[in-house]
């Protein structure tokens, strides 16, 4: 398996997930197809001569049909129970092998899940993970020395916008990608804490101050007896965990807007995956801004850690719809005329 030609395949297929289209070709079956936002099925005794790439769709290749070439899957997921001749590659999907799958090449699969039976046979390697590519960024020259002075030591000041730059991209990228994962697997509770931080947002961000405030304190208290260092060390993990959560899950509100105000309907990992990237990404930028930059950050940090704390991680809805009483009819004012 050649890395580099994988490499370039997978960086223009996450870039794919940005563009706002629906059909981008579909040549047939004896010329391959590509499909952004659409389901393909491939039924059995069928022959499909090309590649099969699908962006933000489901693939089904059923039992008996052939792909007389490689299945490429970004955002969706994928029912193998056919023949591919060559590579599968799926990038944020969840995939089933049945007994009947067969793929004479390689299985890579990155940020996914596999549900492979036992009968299913792969010829080639079975990579579950993927390098990300390295960028070579010119470093520019060094500044000159600064002249020394008798109360001041003299220092060399070095700075990389690029590198800044493309550290900022690249998180938002693989941020936008977790949140394809959420939308994929708990999309419930994503829209759950989203509705808390949309509807509540100075309750849930009072209550994440509270709980930045008061969680140092119960992690020093849990560490210093040595039976509870294990929940220390869970307690001190669960914090970013939270708000990893509340932001991708304020993301996918983020995308559902931008959609709506484009008037498209995009899938929902697609959704989720692109606003999560532009609320990252617009997060970051203000974040380089001197003195006011770190307070939205904070800001937005608190909002989610207290969302995602008060719906219990999108398992119950805030606020708590309210019951409305059962109406009672009125008792008959007018009396009885005596007998």
């Known amino acids: 398996m050649k890395m580099p030609k994988k490499i ?44 099969v790439v699908v962006v933000g769709g489901d693939v089904v290749i059923e039992e008996g049909a052939v792909v007389n070439g490689s299945i490429v899957l970004v955002g969706g997921s994928l029912t193998l129970d056919g023949h591919v001749t060559v590579d599968m590659v799926t990038v944020f999907s969840a995939t ?69 730059a493309f550290n900022i991209l690249f998180f938002s990228v693989m941020i936008g990608g977790m949140a394809m994962l959420m939308a994929l697997f708990l999309p419930k509770q994503t829209q759950q804490v989203a509705r808390a931080i949309v509807r509540q947002p100075l309750v849930t961000g009072g209550l994440g101050l509270l709980i930045i405030v008061v969680a140092p304190l119960v992690v020093v208290i849990l560490a210093v007896t040595v039976i509870l260092i294990p929940v220390a060390v869970i307690t001190a993990l669960a914090l970013p ?61 608190l909002v989610a850690i207290g969302a995602v704390t008060v719906t219990i991680f999108g398992t119950r809805p805030y606020p708590v719809p309210a019951v409305t009483p059962l109406a009672v009819p009125p008792a008959d004012s007018d009396e009885q005329p005596a007998g």
């Open 241 to 301: 965990l939270t708000w990893l959560f509340g932001v991708i899950a304020l993301g996918v509100e983020v995308g559902q807007r931008f959609t709506g105000m484009i008037e498209q309907r995009w899938p929902p990992v697609l959704t989720a995956g692109f606003g999560t990237f532009l609320l990252v990404l617009f997060v970051q930028g203000v974040g380089q801004l001197p003195c006011i930059g770190w307070l939205f950050q904070l800001l937005l940090g």
């Open 8 to 51: 370039v395949v997978f960086v223009s297929l996450v870039l794919l997930l940005m563009l706002p289209m629906r059909v981008v070709l579909a040549k047939g079956l004896d010329d391959g197809i590509v499909l952004v936002g659409e389901n393909y099925t491939l039924e059995s005794g069928e022959t499909i001569n090309g590649d």
């Open 96 to 164: 089933a092998m049945g007994s009947e799958a067969v793929v004479n090449g390689d299985l890579v699969t990155v940020f996914g899940a596999v549900a492979r039976d036992s009968g299913a046979e792969v010829d080639g390697q079975v990579i579950s993970t993927f390098p990300a590519p390295s960028v070579d960024i010119p470093v520019p020259p060094e500044a000159p020395p600064m002249p020394e002075f008798p109360l001041l030591p003299a220092f060399t000041y070095h700075e990389n916008p690029a590198q800044k």
